[in-house]
Nanobody, 123 residues
Framework: QVQLVESGGGLVQAGGSLRLSCVAS????????MAWFRQAPGKGREFVAA????????SYGDSVKGRFTISKDNAKNTIYLQMNSLKPEDTAVYYC????????????????WGQGTQVTVSS
């Protein structure tokens, strides 16, 4: 059974940093794309970042480019999202997701999802 478990969310002031973690288990993720999405209250799910499990090919949403970085720890089977220079508009529930094949920015293309972790940025 595939599990994606997010952690690391919390409350931070504008300009601060947080690092989110997504521990992946239940199968080999070789060949899979791993992504972060977020959803603010009353809004749709927004693409944040993605990378391939096997190679460091990455993609970022326009609103986070230059501030967020997606990375992976092979030994821990964990995907990270380093978030710097946080803004109040980054406030959302952040979700980890996976799909077989290439990187996509459409949440409907992803098959497996974690439960989410709340990030709140105060002004």
């Amino acid at each position: 059974q595939v599990q994606l478990v997010e952690s690391g969310g919390g409350l931070v002031q504008a300009g601060g940093s947080l690092r989110l973690s997504c521990v992946a288990s239940g199968r080999s993720f070789s060949g899979y794309a791993m992504a972060w999405f977020r959803q603010a209250p009353g809004k749709g799910r927004e693409f944040v970042a993605a990378r391939m499990w096997d190679v460091s090919t990455t993609s970022y949403g326009d609103s986070v480019k230059g501030r967020f970085t997606i990375s992976k720890d092979n030994a821990k089977n964990t995907i990270y999202l380093q978030m710097n220079s946080l803004k109040p508009e980054d406030t959302a529930v952040y979700y980890c997701a996976s799909r077989w094949g290439g990187l996509r920015k459409d949440s409907a293309r992803y098959d497996d999802w974690g439960q989410g972790t709340q990030v709140t940025v105060s002004s």
